[in-house]
């Protein structure tokens, strides 16, 4: 019959499309799951790319005192007292149109452009100077070609003395109404430092010097205002770095360096003082408070440079900063200390980074000659040490481990520090592990092993349905009802336990005076249902003598009581909170699984051990329970990796304060619920965004590991079971 | 002595003490589903008005708790006193000692309003446009019967504003957009047609809008002077009333009646309030889509891989791994699949969709942003291992001897497994996507990242083509009593509603658990075998 064969042709033409389709599907599918661990650790891997810089090219032009670079990297300034401000586009080294509306040429001195493209001038009058650079760009134009440099001229003002030398300078912005700004400067004359504060306007009166009375054995190389223009910063040729109060003269606080002092600068928010010596040293100073006291303190130091450091100047974006000598540059990250950029040079010079941190300009001074590189580092203030270790950070008195990603200002300094997160992790699984542990086991052990064949029917599914609850309403139940009670009953809830584990130990021997007919009939194996009246007499007992406890033996209140007795303070949701309510979660895991385990045990095993004369419990106790406990094991470590991963009952029972403390009485913050917190604002790609990812790679590794393990100790026992 | 040590080895208070943990977990769950019910289903129970006397004056309000003396403090009853926007607060705590006689006045009031909560006080007057109309009693009886025709009247301005006001919106914001296309292709007479449409569109709107307002003038012609407790005044449109409750003066008939309506407008009306009141339907309709989209991912997804594990994969130690590893995966946290979601579907995958086909609305994206598809997505990889175990075990329960007649009759292999064990492992199938929905249905974590909000301006069905919006943000059951307990301003005010939203969760992922776990049990009765 030809149709048949026809038929049966298409019929395997079929099959072997089918089985193609669905083993393609199949392993596809597979794959697809399996490839989001590699999915998560790929967004995750550029943290801990190295920076790779390149060299941009080289072009030649006038030799200039002062130097300047635009975020885009393709416009220069460059700064001389005779040739004045001049703009140049990279890298073809034409002129950008700049008007010379500053003063006269020559000047009589400038300062080298600042990070945010400020500068002091004298003018050949005498005169003081503020510029700084801006550029009138056509709307929406990209290309520096098209950009005309126009510096803001502020000041002419008339100067008492023209110094030798303007050491520093700080625009104090906002100090009165319409945003005054005004000048603090530093400077060298031939009698000493000194220092004023003038306002930028033309009509003021002529500027006059205060001369800073200080010690006399010191001898200053170096001095920059702090950030609020109250203190000066003295770096000094016998190698001691001194807060200076400017008014008076007087040492605030000092530190030795170690080597004579050659520049100061500041990294971005101006908190932390950058120190170069003239060996090469650098590190990083903060003036602290430890112990009511402020002090300077060394907390960031970095790998030495050859000869003396030249200057500094720090990125507007985040904590790095360039220093450089006569022969080599280098970009160093303040937080990690981490070393980003390093090149030679063939002499001394103006260098400059631009505002993002990813170009880097140099222009030396003897040949003119100005070379570019450019730094690709998106993630600079992530280092393992970091995320593992403890961290200096600004403010801090000592390194800490933090976690705080995102602060109100832009200088604000990111702590990525996940061990507070592993930690709190950690806690809560302990509590809910401690609270669930014993509850689950020895429930599956007697429901396995004593409760009629009926209860058991009855307890297995209403466990069933506890493993069913959402997260969400146990998080919301544990949060909202279960927090506020326990704060209000934390004596009762504490009392609890003790007093049902007394009276059904109470229980028991009265139980066994009892007739064995009428035990039979009503209580072997139901001793749950009997317990169900206990434990509402426990209640009772508890809710009368709490208060009495409370008054008596706390002296009124039990917050007041643990604050004093144990020095620990209570929160209102706290670990013992997340613990219950996590337990709650996990008790039915870890029952399902240890009740399978120990209902599996092979008949054979209790039967002998009864006809040996053992008892029930005995039996349960030194057979069952050592046969199944490789069952009991892969139970909890299952319990275990739900309790790590947990994340809407830990966020909405504690109150994720990334606090590392064992108390149970305080909340904690897990990697689960700060993923949750803080993933919808974390900007695409950037740090935080792929710390976060980092964090689900070690949930994801964690729990696979666990749940693996479990596996495959449950194999080992399935197969020992049979072999019995 | 020694025989109570015989008697402590023997073990019989160690029974009793496991016994007794066992009790304390069964205790555990049964008075928190019972705490939940109680509190649930009771809230919109019409509660009885008390009217007392304190020192500061009269306070009339619903009894909603009472605390104990403890400590320093006194005992103390808590009031929900309302009219927020008079007092600045819900609830009041009273000392137990400065209470007089309570009383039940009848004529005491409990007004639903629009806003600011319910008012608790009496009604003064009705008046029309300013001019009184009728005090007392009568004024109630007025109102009463003016409210139903008045609620018709603002849900008629509510189904205009958020049908034909957000359909014509919604046409405008499509032409502007390929405006913006035609612009950059530079077609003149294509641009002037779009033009003229924009212009017939916004004239159909403004018309639409002087209609809306000349209704919601009418709506506020009507007002009733209300008057609290303590004599305090509000003058109140009808229009924005929901209801008005004689609390003390209802039989038990009318307050069942009650109960239903709010019920009804709980499951079947929109939240009010920024969710503390109203209904949440749109969080059930949220949920029910995004379980559906989602079963209708797993299912294929989960019954492949099986089919492949099981049938066609050549048994050996990488299969075992890999039946290992997607077994494990359901042990993966939530959260962890969520961050997946948000990376790999709404930025990966949907960023770059945006980019093909939406490129005119960028840098507002599409689907590149959270939305019910990503979100369904997620939690179908999240719950496939489930369809995948279940879908195994019900391929490896089929009788042998059945696959087995099938082939010896010449079927090949695919004409065995789609007409003989697939038909017969479907029961097995179906518990897992049981199971997978309950799972799903439950989830919160993973949907918070990939496109759950607290607030949907629309729903991802709606009337306007393509029907069905894949790229629409939803809102969810789960996430609903997050934000309502947690992120409001009120939450106070606003836990019985999160007990009636947990309510009602717990009740569609225990009944679907029960019932599949049912069917699993069934099936494992039938056909023998052991669990472990």
């Known amino acids: 019959m030809p149709s048949t064969t026809s038929h049966q042709a298409r019929a395997k033409h079929v099959d072997k499309f089918m089985a193609f389709t669905i083993s393609g599907g199949g392993l596809l599918i597979i794959g697809a799951v399996l490839a989001m661990l590699l999915f998560i650790l790929k967004e995750a891997i550029p943290l801990f790319l190295p920076p790779q810089s390149k060299s941009m090219g080289m072009l030649q032009a006038t030799r200039a005192g002062g130097a300047w670079v635009d975020e885009s990297g393709k416009a220069i300034v460059l700064m001389s007292p005779t040739g ?119 009509s003021s009166p002529v500027v006059a010097w205060k001369s ?105 974006r985040d904590k790095r900063f360039l220093a450089w000598t006569a022969s080599e540059m280098v970009v160093d990250h303040l937080t990690t200390e981490r070393r980003m950029f390093a090149a030679r040079l063939e002499g001394p010079g103006a260098a400059a980074l631009a505002p993002r941190g990813d170009v880097i300009l140099h222009a030396n001074e003897a040949t003119g000659a100005l070379r570019l590189w450019s730094l690709d580092a998106p993630h600079p203030e992530i280092s393992f040490g970091l995320l593992w270790g403890k961290t200096h950070y600004e403010g801090y008195e000592k390194p800490e481990y933090v976690w705080q990603s995102t602060g109100g200002a832009d200088d604000f300094e990111p702590k990525f520090s996940l061990v507070p997160l592993v930690f709190g992790t950690l806690k809560g699984t302990l509590y809910a592990m401690l609270f669930a542990f014993p509850l689950a086991v020895l429930g599956a052990l007697y429901t396995s092993q004593f409760a009629t064949p009926r209860l058991k029917n009855a307890i297995k599914p209403t466990i ?49 005076r009892l007739s064995l007919p009428f035990r039979n009939a009503f209580g072997n194996g139901r001793e749950v249902l009997w317990m169900v009246p206990v434990l509402l007499v426990a209640l009772m007992l508890t809710s009368t003598m709490g208060p009495w406890i409370e008054r008596v033996v706390m002296g009124g209140s039990y917050r007041t009581w643990l604050q004093s007795a144990l020095g620990v303070t209570y929160d209102q949701r706290n670990s013992l909170v997340v613990g219950f309510a996590m337990g709650f979660a996990v008790i039915p895991i870890i029952f399902t699984i240890s009740e399978d385990a120990l209902s599996s045990v092979p008949k054979s095993l209790t039967s002998a051990s009864l006809a040996c004369g053992a008892s029930p419990w005995q039996t349960a106790w030194r057979i069952v329970l050592p046969t199944a406990s490789p069952g009991i094991f892969s139970a909890t ?8 991963g947990e994340t809407m009952i830990v966020l909405m029972a504690t109150g994720n304060t990334p606090v590392m403390d ?19 604002e974390a900007p695409l790609h950037g740090s935080l965004y792929r710390v976060l990812f980092l964090a689900a790679f070690l949930l994801f590794i964690l729990t696979f590991v666990l749940n693996t393990v479990a596996e495959l100790v449950r194999q080992r026992l399935r197969r020992r079971y049979e072999s019995i | 002595m020694s025989r109570l040590t015989e008697r402590f080895r023997q073990g019989g208070v160690f029974v009793w003490f496991s016994g007794t943990l066992l009790a304390f977990c069964l205790a555990m769950i049964l008075s928190l589903v019972g705490y939940i019910v109680a509190k649930g289903m009771g809230y919109f129970w019409p509660s009885p008005l008390v009217q007392v006397q304190t020192t500061e004056g009269p306070v009339l309000g619903e009894i909603t708790g009472h605390e104990p003396a403890r400590r320093e403090e006194t005992e103390k009853i808590q009031f929900r006193v309302g009219n927020r926007d008079i007092y600045g607060q819900d609830f009041r705590w009273i000392p137990t000692a400065e209470l007089g006689q309570p009383q039940y006045p009848k004529d005491a009031l409990l007004i639903e309003r629009l806003e600011y909560g319910p008012f608790i006080g009496r009604i003064a007057s009705l008046s029309r446009e300013g001019q009184q109309f ?54 003149a007479a294509a641009q002037q047609a779009l033009e003229a449409q924009v212009a017939a569109l916004q004239t159909t709107y403004d018309q639409l809008q002087t209609s809306l307002e000349t209704a919601r003038a009418e709506a506020k012609a009507w007002t009733l002077n209300l008057q609290t407790a303590d004599g305090k005044v509000k003058e109140w449109p009808l229009g924005s009333v929901v209801r008005v409750i004689p609390a003390n003066d209802l039989t038990g008939l009318g307050k069942l009646g009650i109960y239903l309506s709010r019920l009804w407008e709980f499951v079947a009306d929109d939240p009010r309030e920024s969710n503390t009141e109203g209904g949440i339907f749109p969080a059930i309709f949220g949920t029910v889509m995004m379980v559906l989209v989602m079963s209708i991912l797993v299912v294929p997804l989960g019954v492949i891989t099986a089919l492949y594990l099981r049938e066609y994969a050549k048994q050996g130690w990488l299969v075992r791994a890999v039946r290992v590893a997607v077994n494990n995966l359901a042990g993966v946290p939530s959260i962890v699949f969520g961050v997946f979601g948000l990376g790999f579907f709404v930025y990966g995958l949907g960023g770059s969709i945006d980019k093909l086909f939406f490129a005119e609305s960028l840098p507002t994206p599409t689907y590149g942003t959270g939305g019910i598809l990503w979100a369904s997505l997620t939690l179908a990889l999240l719950t496939v291992p489930v369809v995948v175990v279940a879908t195994e075990e019900a391929l ?32 097995g199938i179906l518990t897992g996507l049981i199971l997978a929905i309950a799972r799903g249905a439950g989830e919160v974590a993973p949907l918070m990242l990939t496109g759950v909000v607290k607030l949907a301006p629309s729903m991802p069905l709606d009337g306007t083509f393509p029907f069905f919006h894949l790229d629409r943000k939803f809102m969810h059951l789960g996430f609903h009593i997050y934000d309502v307990g947690f992120q409001s301003p009120n939450s106070e005010a606003a836990k019985p509603m999160v007990f009636m939203a947990a309510l009602l969760l717990l009740l569609v992922v225990v009944l679907l658990n029960l019932f599949a776990l049912n069917l699993r049990r069934k099936l494992r009765e039938r056909l023998g075998g052991s669990t472990f």
């Open chain 1, 464 to 512: 069933e349905i506890m493993a069913a609850l959402p997260s969400v309403v146990l998080g919301f139940l544990a949060g909202l009802v279960m927090a506020p009670l326990l704060e209000r009953m934390a004596v009762e809830v504490f009392l609890y336990p003790f007093v049902v584990l007394l009276l059904s130990l109470l229980i028991a021997p009265f139980w066994g």
């Open chain 1, 662 to 680: 064992w108390s149970p009485f305080n909340g904690m913050r897990t990697l689960s619920a700060n993923i949750a917190v803080e993933i919808p």
């Open chain 1, 637 to 644: 470590m299952v319990g275990l990796g739900r309790a790590i």
């Open chain 1, 212 to 316: 800073i009375a200080y010690e006399p054995s010191l001898q200053p190389t170096a001095v920059v205002w702090s950030s609020d223009g109250k203190i000066l910063f003295v770096g000094t040729r016998e190698g001691q770095l001194v807060a200076l109060d400017p008014e008076s003269g007087r040492s605030l606080s000092s530190e030795g360096f170690g080597e004579p002092i050659q520049s100061l600068g500041f990294a971005l928010g101006q908190q932390s003082l950058l120190v170069g010596g003239v060996q090469g040293k650098l590190a990083a100073y903060q003036r602290v408070r430890v112990n009511e006291v402020f002090k300077l303190q060394a907390f960031h130091s970095f790998p030495r440079l050859s000869g003396p450091v030249l200057g500094f100047q720090a990125s507007q």
């Open chain 2, 396 to 427: 490896g329960a089929v009788a042998r001897s059945q696959r087995e007649a099938s082939l010896a009759m010449g079927a090949t292999k695919w004409q065995t497994l789609w007409n003989v064990v697939l038909p017969s492992a479907t029961p």
């Open chain 1, 84 to 202: 004045g401000l001049k703009a140049l586009r990279f890298p073809e080294g034409t002129p950008l149109p700049a008007p010379a509306d500053g003063p006269a040429l020559p000047w009589r001195s400038a300062t080298a452009l600042n990070a945010r493209g400020e500068s002091l001038v004298v003018g050949a009058d005498g005169h003081l100077f503020l510029t700084r650079l801006t550029w009138s760009k056509p709307a929406g134009e990209n290309d520096p070609a098209q950009w005309t440099l126009e510096p803001r001229w502020q000041g002419g003002l008339q100067l008492e003395q023209v110094p030798s030398e303007i050491l520093h300078f700080r625009l104090m912005e906002g100090g009165g109404l319409g945003g005054d700004v005004s000048l603090r400067i530093v400077a060298q004359t031939p009698t000493g430092l000194v220092w004023t504060e003038t306002s930028l306007e033309a």
């Open chain 2, 134 to 187: 009728a005090t007392g009693p009568a004024a109630l009886a007025e109102a009463l019967q003016r409210l139903p025709e008045a609620n018709r009247q603002r849900h008629h301005i509510q189904s205009i504003e958020k049908g034909e006001v957000g359909d014509l919106n919604r046409r405008i914001e499509k032409l502007r957009l390929s405006r913006r296309k035609v612009e950059a292709s530079g077609d």
